[in-house]
């Protein structure tokens, strides 16, 4: 079959380190359009890849109107999603997207609604949701490996915006560019990923947030700015069936990398999802039925290779009609989304909220 032609938007750290390399090594892709505003940068990555200069974009319109492109994947700030991704499908194009979907539910809702009707595919990067051993949590979990699920915790670490870093008032510490901080950074990955491996929805949410450093120096002038998100992101969850789920999220854990740790705990058994940058391996340690139970023995499960999965090729197995259903949507996008605004909601008005 022909390449699907795909064109990137956004040339920033995502891109470079996951999209980019991912589309070179996707058979199923040809880059065949690139797109930033920062000119330099958009030549710099063309040479790389070997874009026509004709093909490279500083406007995103411009893109997505040009004919030779298929599908795009779009790798800005949080701000620019749903306005590219509704650009897309108003063209009849495929789209891919980064995490959170959207600014709010609203926009994540008329977003999902208008790719319903122009018939267009979609795919929200929750990366977490293509390893191996996440993938092999969910086949335990939802078929009964655990019995009935009492416990869902989950922690997810990373220790960059610690004030000894010094690092800079970059888009993702300003409210207007991200929506939040780490909790849309870090804890909607979390939150959409207990939804994967459970099955489940959310029901109720109550959350705790702050803002630990208020200012951060700027990039460029040796002032300094507002930081205006949330540093650390705390909450409980309730989910269908009473099951009951804890996520402590922060930027400041000290010695983090990308540390994940998901616990689930039902009747008959239970299991530990574990990720960390170092080695970069995510791994799964089960404990279920008698005597394990009584001699509280965990043992780590060999993951069986027909778990693997790429991001990548899904988007492409998803434009192609061949999707394993495990990818995450717009409308997965739009339901993370109502979770996120809730718990927004919770810790600025202090109560439980309702989805």
Same mark, same amino acid.
């Given at each position: 079959?022909?390449?699907?032609?795909?064109?990137?938007?956004?040339?920033?750290?995502?891109?470079?380190?996951?999209?980019?390399?991912?589309?070179?090594?996707?058979?199923?892709?040809?880059?065949?359009?690139?797109?930033?505003?920062?000119?330099? *940068?958009?030549?710099?990555?063309?040479?790389?890849?070997?874009?026509?200069?004709?093909?490279?974009?500083?406007?995103?319109?411009?893109?997505?109107a040009r004919g030779g492109v298929d599908a795009v994947d779009i790798c800005t700030p949080n701000d620019c999603h749903v306005e590219i991704a509704m650009e897309a499908a108003?063209?009849?194009?495929?789209?891919?997207?980064?995490?959170?979907?959207?600014?709010?539910?609203?926009?994540?809702?008329?977003?999902?609604?208008?790719?319903?009707?122009?018939?267009? *595919?979609?795919?929200?990067?929750?990366?977490?949701?293509?390893?191996?051993?996440?993938?092999?949590?969910?086949?335990?979990?939802?078929?009964?490996?655990?019995?009935?699920?009492?416990?869902?915790?989950?922690?997810y670490f990373q220790s960059w915006g610690n004030p000894d870093l010094n690092v800079p008032l970059v888009w993702r510490f300003v409210k207007a560019k991200t929506g939040s901080g780490a909790l849309g950074?870090?804890?909607?990955?979390?939150?959409?990923?207990?939804?994967?491996?459970?099955?489940?929805?959310?029901?109720?949410?109550?959350?705790?947030?702050?803002?630990?450093?208020?200012?951060?120096?700027?990039?460029?002038?040796?002032?300094?700015?507002?930081?205006?998100?949330?540093?650390?992101?705390?909450?409980?969850?309730?989910?269908?069936?009473?099951?009951?789920?804890?996520?402590?999220?922060?930027?400041?854990?000290?010695?983090?990398?990308?540390?994940?740790?998901?616990?689930?705990?039902?009747?008959?058994?239970?299991?530990?999802?574990?990720?960390?940058?170092?080695?970069?391996?995510?791994?799964?340690?089960?404990?279920?039925?008698?005597?394990?139970?009584?001699?509280?023995?965990?043992?780590?499960?060999?993951?069986?290779?027909?778990?693997?999965?790429?991001?990548?090729?899904?988007?492409?197995?998803?434009?192609?009609?061949?999707?394993?259903?495990?990818?995450?949507?717009?409308?997965?996008?739009?339901?993370?989304?109502?979770?996120?605004?809730?718990?927004?909601?919770?810790?600025?008005?202090?109560?439980?909220?309702?989805?």
């Open positions: 079959m022909p390449r699907i032609r795909i064109g990137v938007i956004g040339l920033g750290g995502i891109a470079g380190a996951v999209h980019l390399p991912g589309i070179e090594k996707c058979p199923d892709f040809e880059l065949a359009a690139i797109c930033d505003i920062d000119r330099e *940068k958009l030549d710099r990555v063309g040479e790389r890849y070997r874009i026509d200069p004709a093909m490279r974009f500083t406007a995103y319109r411009d893109l997505i108003n063209a009849g194009k495929h789209y891919s997207v980064e995490k959170p979907l959207a600014m709010n539910a609203g926009e994540a809702r008329a977003l999902a609604a208008r790719t319903q009707e122009k018939g267009v *595919k979609s795919m929200v990067c929750f990366s977490y949701r293509f390893k191996s051993a996440a993938r092999y949590a969910r086949y335990l979990v939802q078929s009964g490996v655990l019995g009935e699920l009492y416990h869902v915790y989950t922690q950074d870090l804890g909607s990955h979390a939150l959409d990923l207990v939804r994967f491996v459970s099955g489940r929805d959310y029901t109720r949410i109550v959350g705790d947030a702050d803002t630990l450093l208020k200012e951060r120096p700027l990039p460029d002038d040796g002032g300094t700015g507002v930081s205006d998100v949330d540093d650390y992101c705390h909450y409980l969850a309730r989910m269908e069936g009473g099951l009951s789920a804890a996520f402590e999220i922060t930027r400041f854990g000290f010695g983090r990398g990308n540390y994940q740790r998901l616990e689930i705990y039902g009747r008959k058994g239970g299991l530990v999802y574990k990720l960390d940058e170092h080695p970069g391996m995510d791994e799964l340690e089960i404990c279920t039925g008698q005597p394990w139970g009584q001699l509280n023995t965990f043992v780590k499960v060999p993951v069986p290779t027909s778990y693997a999965a790429n991001q990548t090729q899904c988007f492409a197995d998803i434009i192609r009609g061949k999707a394993d259903g495990l990818a995450a949507t717009v409308e997965d996008g739009l339901a993370n989304q109502n979770a996120v605004d809730a718990v927004i909601d919770s810790f600025e008005h202090q109560r439980w909220v309702s989805l």
